[in-house]
């Protein structure tokens, strides 16, 4: 099908791609939008990325254009980069012989945009735009969007069993644009889950995060639970098991801590599993800190603070501040607020630990009066490990108000640590 797209509906940030369209058409080639940025065109979404595919060779585009890096050239990409802006060029190529179940062990150029839109996912990321406005979509994609279904390009066995990862980018594309699944994709993706044995952990946790950014993550997570997928991983997730809540509500935001604190919160996960699941996951050691002491601290609150709030306030600023300081400290402020308002309703056990932690005399190390170089002289020690445990100590007592935050009295707390107090010598 080939529609006339009004210029009006056409967004800033490809209207400036066009220079890159006209230089491949004047040098005799042809050119085309493709990808994401049309697919986010026709349905008036923001612009991320700017594809353009042509029958240009990758050695055409690069004597054509000099600031371009060669991406991959193996895959026939080069990325121009303009005045801070890149764009992803690509030549038409057909592919096979998927021998790893993710990526062709055999690219053929070829000189036709049909036979690139054809090799592609699903139809609504198999259309183009050309430079007169012209959208070319010969698989029925921008209909299948507005009829609110997601489909496959062809076959959906196939193109799963060329990439498995297509099969949560699938439950991705429709959390994100509020799809249902074609009946033929699903029944595929629930026949050929075992493939996704052979993606790689960080891919699988790449695509679980991206759908937690979607519009509705709620869905997405609904739709994961239900194709059973996440069972078939290389690792074992307790992801794979979890039992989603009644009236829970996923945060639409940015942030990795709150995505991955409220996706294990939601499936009724415990910290211990969210610990074991992102090693598996192979997430960064940080995130996992994080999102381990986020919901320990949720766990912490649902079973003791309500209690301690009621009974005995005082009691619960001890505990806050004894078995919770270190954790409460790592986060910004709003991870505590976004996270405590969104699983907990006891708003009152809220308030006063949100009033609690705005009170503290620091909330980073880098408020304390000291630094690293100060300990090295006052211990006359060279540089380690051990600082960064003793600047911890330090900063603990200081926001716990058991110490102040004074060079003197620092300098006492340390020197008597030393002397024999509770700091080990072997940190």
Request: proline share 3%; net charge negative; charged share 25%.
């Amino acid at each position: 099908m080939k529609l006339q797209l009004q210029r009006h509906h056409i967004q800033p940030a490809m209207k400036e791609a066009c220079f890159i369209i006209d230089r491949l058409l004047n040098a005799g080639f042809s050119a085309f939008f493709v990808g994401g940025a049309v697919r986010d065109t026709l349905l008036r979404r923001p612009l991320h990325d700017i594809d353009i595919a042509t029958n240009a060779l990758p050695e055409q585009v690069m004597a054509l254009f000099p600031n371009c890096i060669p991406t991959g050239l193996k895959h026939g990409t080069v990325t121009v980069v303009e005045e801070g802006a890149s764009y992803e060029i690509t030549t038409f190529r057909t592919e096979s012989n998927y021998t790893d179940y993710r990526r062709p062990a055999d690219i053929t150029f070829v000189n036709d945009l049909y036979d690139d839109l054809m090799r592609r996912d699903f139809t609504m990321n198999a259309m183009a735009i050309d430079r007169n406005w012209q959208l070319h979509d010969p698989f029925d994609g921008l209909a299948h969007v507005k009829a609110g279904i997601l489909k496959t390009v062809g076959s959906s066995e196939q193109r799963f069993q060329e990439d498995a990862l297509r099969m949560l980018r699938a439950i991705r594309f429709a959390a994100t644009y509020k799809l249902t699944i074609d009946q033929d994709c699903w029944n595929a993706m629930v026949s050929e889950a075992s493939l996704l044995k052979h993606i790689a952990m960080e891919r699988i946790a790449y695509e679980i995060e991206r759908l937690m950014q979607g519009s509705d993550p709620l869905y997405g997570v609904k739709l994961l639970i239900e194709s059973t997928l996440l069972q078939h991983t290389k690792d074992k997730l307790h992801l794979a098991e979890g039992l989603l809540q009644d009236e829970v509500q996923l945060p639409y935001d940015r942030d990795s801590i709150m995505n991955w604190a409220m996706l294990f919160y939601s499936l009724q996960l415990s910290s211990e599993n969210a610990r074991e699941d992102m090693r598996a996951l192979r997430t960064s050691k940080q995130l996992q800190i994080a999102c381990e002491h986020l919901l320990q601290l949720q766990e912490w609150l649902k079973n003791t603070a309500l209690e301690q709030v009621s009974t005995n306030v005082n009691k619960l600023d001890v505990n806050l501040k004894e078995q919770w300081m270190d954790k409460l400290l790592q986060y910004p402020d709003k991870h505590l607020t976004l996270f405590m308002r969104t699983f907990y309703r006891e708003y009152k056990v809220i308030e006063h630990i949100e009033k609690l932690h705005q009170s503290l005399p620091v909330h980073r190390i880098k408020q304390l009066a000291v630094r690293g170089d100060d300990l090295m002289k006052w211990r006359g020690k060279a540089s380690g490990p051990w600082i960064n445990l003793l600047l911890e100590q330090i900063f603990i007592e200081v926001a716990s108000c058991r110490l102040d935050n004074s060079k003197e009295t620092i300098y006492s707390y340390v020197i008597n640590k030393a002397e024999g107090g509770r700091y080990n010598e072997q940190s």
